[in-house]
Every structure is written in C-alpha cells, then in structure tokens.
C-alpha cells in the first residue's frame, strides 16, 4: 500500500504539525456591540504597531477612551499616534469601524463580520478590500475580493480601507533560507514536493520518472487523504471527437 501521504499525516494530527500559537502576539477581533457603539462612537488612539508572526498585515494595538484596549489589522496609510472610531456614529475615514447600514455604496472595507458581533471574519489578507455595492432594506451587497458578490446584514461591522501590506509577495526571496523562517514562523509545509519526483511507495503518481507511468484515475472509494488525479472520471484522454478530428487530419496529409 506504501506509505501515508502528507496529507494524510497532518490530518492524523501530531505536534509536527500543530501551529506554534504560543508565539502569535493576540487576537484580532472588534471590541464588543454594546450600548456605546450602537447609540454613538468610541475614539481610540493608534499607540503601537505590531509585526504579528501568525499572520501577513501589521497589527495597530488601538487604546480606547474608556482605557480598553484592542488589536486591530491596520490599514495603509496609518501611523502611530492615529485616531480611529468605533460605532454607528463615527467617521467614514480610513480604520474606523462602522456598521455596514452607515458605510456608503463604493468604500472600500476589509475585516466584514459573517454575524453581528463576531469580531471580523472577511478580507483580512495583505492588500485587499472588498466594496459596498448597494444597501437593501435587510441586506448589503458588498463585492469580495474574489469579485464575488456577498450579501451581510446592515449591522455587522467592518474597518474602513484597504489592509496594509499589498504587494509584499512581489519581492523575490532571493535565497531559500529566507523561506525557509518564514515558513517555519507558521510551520508551513515548506518545501513541497511534488507527487511525481517521489518514490512509489510515497505517493501515488511516484516512481515514473525513468520509466513508463502509471494511471492517474482513481476509484470513487479511496480513503480520505489519498484522492489524488482524476477522482472516478468517466473518460480519460483524448475524447472520441479528439481522435476523429485527429484521424481526418492524418489521412489528409
């Protein structure tokens, strides 16, 4: 049978591949839905910000005037010693935190709430942002950054902006030790092997490098893990359509 796949080991579980979560500075999420942000606003100052292992963006630790305090994904264009708010009554300015009902059609958000109250679920990555499209009576169409179009509900929240960060996978590594730390900081399967540059008891398009290969089919009832290729198809190859086009060219030459 060979043995397990990569796959098939990290999802056994084990602590080669558990995160190392005891190095991530904090969690990211908005601070609750109380009374204050649903009848006015709370100004926050910017007294830091944090290069967070776990994750690609800055983080901005946002201290608040009630003396709580809260990280938060910065957005570009902030600094040390900026003002960010928090509620329905605060400005449409970059960072701030509005419900989806008070942001106007075309702004641009990142860090969406799935649910009123959960902290901040969306378009958390570097450089992206997702737009209003339009307000409804019980809904708001925004567009994802995968130009897909979601509807939330007019109370979940969202920062103002786009993330910080855009364009920092377009530097070159230059050298492999240097992905090799930042891969190790999230323990990243790094590098990744591909399946046909491996043995044949590794994977199961392995051992075809130096000689004819093997099916890439592979049956409806594989265990979890190990469905790799063309999963049940029903034809392989050229189609029958493929090969008449390709019969009629032959016979013309």
């Known amino acids: 049978m060979g043995k397990p796949l990569n796959q098939q080991r990290k999802g056994k579980g084990s602590p080669s591949f558990r995160r190392p979560s005891h190095r991530f500075k904090a969690k990211v999420e908005f601070r609750n839905y109380d009374s204050i942000e649903r009848e006015g606003s709370l100004k926050g100052k910017v007294i830091e910000l944090v290069d967070d292992p776990s994750r690609g963006p800055l983080l901005m630790r946002?201290?608040?005037?009630?003396?709580?305090?809260?990280?938060?994904?910065?957005?570009?264009?902030?600094?040390?010693?900026?003002?960010?708010?928090?509620?329905?009554?605060?400005?449409?300015?970059s960072g701030n935190i509005l419900p989806l009902s008070k942001i106007p059609d075309g702004t641009p958000i990142y860090n969406i709430e799935a649910a009123m109250g959960d902290g901040g679920r969306f378009v958390r990555g570097?450089?992206?942002?997702?737009?209003?499209?339009?307000h409804e009576s019980n809904s708001v169409n925004v567009r994802l950054p995968s130009k897909s179009i979601k509807s939330f509900d007019p109370r979940c929240r969202a920062q103002v902006g786009v993330v910080c960060g855009g364009g920092h996978k377009e530097k070159p590594m230059l050298k492999a030790g240097k992905m090799y730390h930042i891969a190790k900081a999230r323990n990243l399967q790094w590098p990744k092997v591909r399946g046909v540059a491996m043995n044949a008891v590794d994977h199961p398009f392995g051992g075809g490098q130096h000689h004819a290969g093997k099916p890439t089919t592979m049956a409806r009832g594989t265990p979890p893990g190990r469905k790799v290729g063309h999963l049940a198809p029903r034809t392989t190859g050229r189609t029958s359509a493929a090969k008449e086009t390709l019969k009629k060219s032959q016979k013309k030459k």
């Not at 570097?126 to 339009?134: E, H, K, M, W, Y």
């Open 62 to 93: 946002v201290q608040f005037e009630n003396g709580e305090s809260r990280m938060l994904i910065a957005p570009e264009g902030v600094y040390v010693g900026a003002i960010v708010e928090s509620g329905r009554d605060a400005e449409v300015a």
């Open 126 to 134: 570097c450089g992206t942002a997702a737009f209003v499209i339009s």
